[in-house]
């Protein structure tokens, strides 16, 4: 098989959550220990970094990996979904794995494969684990899918835990409280492993707490132990942050090549997980990591976080898509300069919009549009929700037409705003 026929048969044959939605989702590990047996246990030989969260896992999954990159580590990477290339989640110092890797595993493997049945998902990770071990690298930063408990890089017992932001998303498999949701992520925490918690939340902070307790895993609020002081930008457009280590009256200066104003969420879980991780031994210098921060996109080639696409006009895409990652962007969007709004949005047909609609600005121009999936909620009936909370704009049948209509009726000082789906931003990158 080709590499483009590998692909499609994976596409069709295995159900994949993100285009199908529940159909994909297995509320159990048992192909995922089925498929580590077959492949003789791969994620057992290199360590692991283990990171869950409702917003930011991405993130910091990234900045971790960039700056273990730059201590002279062999970093291997597994994140969720990709945007572009299927490659992009999997990928070793920044580099993808290869067309040929990814068309030999499954040619190999497609035995057990249609023996097994596994989701896409699953398929993955066993993919990437292999690919870990064969390569030997030092250590992987591996990012859970959904959840945690249940999710298929749960196999692994890391050297550090990572939790990010808990809030309101995949409610129909996770839970429909923020308490039910953290209960879920702290699925991952394992005994004697040590916890970091990007964010202190009244609503998650005793289910960490208690879960950490019980399976004698040392935790860490990473909110308790830095703040940040101020932000600003540097000459050369990053992200500047003064952070204070609480306690201590010192004050470092990170720089960070990912803009989005969330981030000073995830730069400060990032820092307490380096923490710990030098704490256990590796050697991660102080300029490693600050050399990390600021090349996190460009070493690892995260995609999708308050990714400038052109200017004149502006052209944002973030892939931000529930209520808490749309009111950071909503935040951002109002104290960036600009003289009028074009927001081109869309969604999946499975997901409650009700709760983001109403947080999007009204004082805007809107191209409602529908991703190349087949859980894409159609453009037309997107407009008329969209209509009950003021937000009036045309509908496109796809991304592109959104785009190119967009930009006809925009002017140079104008901002155009590219998002709400995933899958939406994936359209307009390609």
């Given at each position: 098989?080709?590499?483009?026929?590998?692909?499609?048969?994976?596409?069709?044959?295995?159900?994949?959550?993100?285009?199908?939605?529940?159909?994909?989702?297995?509320?159990?590990?048992?192909?995922?220990?089925?498929?580590?047996?077959?492949?003789?246990?791969?994620?057992?030989k290199f360590r692991t970094i283990h990171v869950a969260g409702t917003n930011g896992k991405g993130s910091v999954s990234h900045m971790l990996a960039s700056v273990l990159m730059e201590a002279g580590y062999k970093v291997g990477l597994y994140?969720?979904?990709?945007?572009?290339?299927?490659?992009?989640?999997?990928?070793?110092?920044?580099?993808?794995?290869?067309?040929?890797?990814?068309?030999?595993?499954?040619?190999?493997?497609?035995?057990?494969?249609?023996?097994?049945?596994?989701?896409?998902?699953?398929?993955?990770?066993?993919?990437?684990?292999?690919?870990?071990?064969?390569?030997?690298?030092?250590?992987?930063?591996?990012?859970?899918?959904?959840?945690?408990?249940?999710?298929?890089?749960?196999?692994?017992?890391?050297?550090?835990?990572?939790?990010?932001?808990?809030?309101?998303?995949?409610?129909?498999?996770?839970?429909?409280?923020?308490?039910?949701?953290?209960?879920?992520?702290?699925?991952?925490?394992?005994?004697?492993?040590?916890?970091?918690?990007?964010?202190?939340?009244?609503?998650?902070?005793?289910?960490?707490i208690e879960t950490a307790k019980e399976a004698g895993a040392p935790i860490v609020f990473a909110d308790k132990v830095r703040r940040i002081f101020e932000t600003s930008f540097s000459s050369d457009g990053k992200k500047v942050f003064q952070?204070?280590?609480?306690?201590?009256?010192?004050?470092?200066?990170?720089?960070?090549?990912?803009?989005?104003?969330?981030?000073?969420?995830?730069?400060?879980?990032?820092?307490?997980?380096?923490?710990?991780?030098?704490?256990?031994?590796?050697?991660?210098?102080?300029?490693?990591?600050?050399?990390?921060?600021?090349?996190?996109?460009?070493?690892?080639?995260?995609?999708?976080?308050?990714?400038?696409?052109?200017?004149?006009?502006?052209?944002?895409?973030?892939?931000?898509?529930?209520?808490?990652?749309?009111?950071?962007?909503?935040?951002?969007?109002?104290?960036?300069?600009?003289?009028?709004?074009?927001?081109?949005?869309?969604?999946?047909?499975?997901?409650?919009?009700?709760?983001?609609?109403?947080?999007?600005?009204?004082?805007?121009?809107?191209?409602?549009?529908?991703?190349?999936?087949?859980?894409?909620?159609?453009?037309?009936?997107?407009?008329?929700?969209?209509?009950?909370?003021?937000?009036?704009?045309?509908?496109?049948?796809?991304?592109?037409?959104?785009?190119?209509?967009?930009?006809?009726?925009?002017?140079?000082?104008?901002?155009?705003?590219?998002?709400?789906?995933?899958?939406?931003?994936?359209?307009?990158?390609?």
């Amino acid at each position: 098989m080709t590499y483009q026929q590998t692909l499609d048969f994976l596409f069709s044959q295995l159900p994949m959550y993100q285009r199908v939605g529940k159909a994909a989702y297995k509320a159990d590990l048992n192909n995922t220990l089925a498929l580590d047996t077959y492949f003789g246990n791969p994620h057992r030989k290199f360590r692991t970094i283990h990171v869950a969260g409702t917003n930011g896992k991405g993130s910091v999954s990234h900045m971790l990996a960039s700056v273990l990159m730059e201590a002279g580590y062999k970093v291997g990477l597994y994140t969720s979904p990709h945007l572009i290339d299927f490659r992009e989640r999997i990928r070793i110092n920044g580099e993808m794995v290869s067309e040929q890797f990814v068309v030999d595993f499954v040619h190999d493997n497609k035995k057990i494969i249609e023996e097994i049945k596994p989701s896409f998902f699953e398929m993955t990770v066993a993919m990437a684990f292999d690919f870990f071990a064969k390569q030997k690298v030092d250590v992987a930063v591996v990012e859970v899918g959904m959840g945690g408990r249940l999710d298929s890089t749960n196999i692994i017992t890391p050297e550090l835990s990572v939790i990010t932001n808990i809030s309101l998303d995949h409610t129909d498999f996770l839970g429909d409280t923020i308490g039910k949701i953290a209960a879920e992520k702290a699925g991952i925490i394992k005994n004697g492993i040590p916890v970091v918690v990007s964010q202190t939340q009244a609503e998650t902070e005793h289910v960490f707490i208690e879960t950490a307790k019980e399976a004698g895993a040392p935790i860490v609020f990473a909110d308790k132990v830095r703040r940040i002081f101020e932000t600003s930008f540097s000459s050369d457009g990053k992200k500047v942050f003064q952070i204070e280590k609480i306690g201590t009256g010192l004050v470092e200066e990170f720089t960070l090549d990912l803009l989005g104003s969330y981030q000073q969420k995830n730069i400060v879980g990032a820092l307490a997980a380096i923490d710990v991780l030098c704490e256990k031994g590796y050697s991660i210098l102080g300029e490693n990591i600050k050399s990390g921060l600021s090349k996190t996109s460009a070493n690892t080639g995260l995609l999708g976080r308050w990714q400038k696409l052109s200017e004149l006009p502006l052209t944002i895409c973030d892939t931000g898509h529930n209520t808490d990652g749309i009111t950071s962007i909503v935040e951002q969007i109002s104290s960036t300069s600009f003289e009028k709004l074009h927001m081109i949005i869309g969604f999946v047909n499975d997901k409650n919009i009700d709760g983001i609609l109403q947080l999007l600005p009204k004082n805007a121009d809107y191209y409602f549009t529908k991703a190349s999936i087949p859980r894409a909620m159609d453009e037309k009936l997107l407009a008329q929700r969209a209509k009950m909370y003021g937000l009036k704009g045309e509908s496109f049948e796809n991304v592109k037409s959104a785009i190119d209509f967009c930009k006809t009726k925009s002017n140079p000082n104008d901002l155009i705003f590219i998002g709400g789906s995933t899958f939406v931003v994936a359209d307009a990158l390609k």
